[in-house]
């Protein structure tokens, strides 16, 4: 009987939290037939769990808690955080671009191409890292905003997206806040690239 409710619970949880892809303006009929397409990430408005805290208020809060706990743990996972983007968040994202763009239309999209055309930009706008307590969990959630612009003239937005609450989720357990962020992340990639395929190829 606790694993039906169980069960009816996280399935709940996750209707309640499905991923919301919207085209605010534009289209994407630029996009066929080039061969790379520059990526840049920002991080600048983000804002945290369901209070909206700003990162840095975030940061300092959680660092103190788990200061707390153990001395030395509040820094050494405030470390792993900024390394997050860097190593697991932007990978992940464009991981899932390049293995539906690459291999079918010869488009890569990385970072640092400033000679590239077009540039994409992946705004974080809100994340809920979830949690994860071994028998129960909350998927971390991820809400960007995805905007094409001319690289030369970054007034010109050709399309603009908003993805709202992609989960972050995995088989098994993960207890890492950033990693678990890091597949809201993919998702985003994943479900971004699919839309452009089906409204441009």
Not at 65 to 92: T, V
Request: hydrophobic share 40%; net charge neutral.
């Amino acid at each position: 009987m606790k694993s039906y409710i169980l069960l009816i619970a996280l399935c709940i949880s996750s209707t309640v939290f499905a991923q919301k892809m919207k085209i605010r303006e534009g289209n994407f009929d630029f996009l066929p037939g080039q061969s790379e397409v520059n990526v840049e990430f920002v991080y600048d408005n983000m804002k945290l769990l369901k209070k909206n805290l700003p990162q840095e208020q975030y940061i300092r809060e959680h660092s103190a808690e788990l200061e707390e706990k153990s001395p030395g743990k509040g820094e050494a996972w405030e470390k792993k955080w900024a390394a997050a983007p860097e190593l697991i968040w932007q990978p992940k994202f464009l991981e899932l671009m390049n293995r539906y763009f690459y291999d079918d239309h010869g488009i890569a999209f990385k970072e640092n191409l400033p000679e590239a055309k077009y540039t994409l930009i992946v705004e974080t706008v809100w994340v809920y890292p979830g949690w994860d307590a071994g028998v129960m969990k909350q998927p971390a959630k991820v809400s960007t905003n995805l905007k094409f612009v001319e690289t030369a003239n970054r007034d010109n937005v050709l399309v603009e997206v908003s993805s709202e609450n992609a989960p972050g989720d995995q088989w098994g357990s993960s207890f890492s806040n950033e990693d678990r962020l890091g597949e809201g992340y993919a998702k985003t990639g994943k479900s971004f690239a699919r839309l452009i395929l089906k409204k441009a190829f």
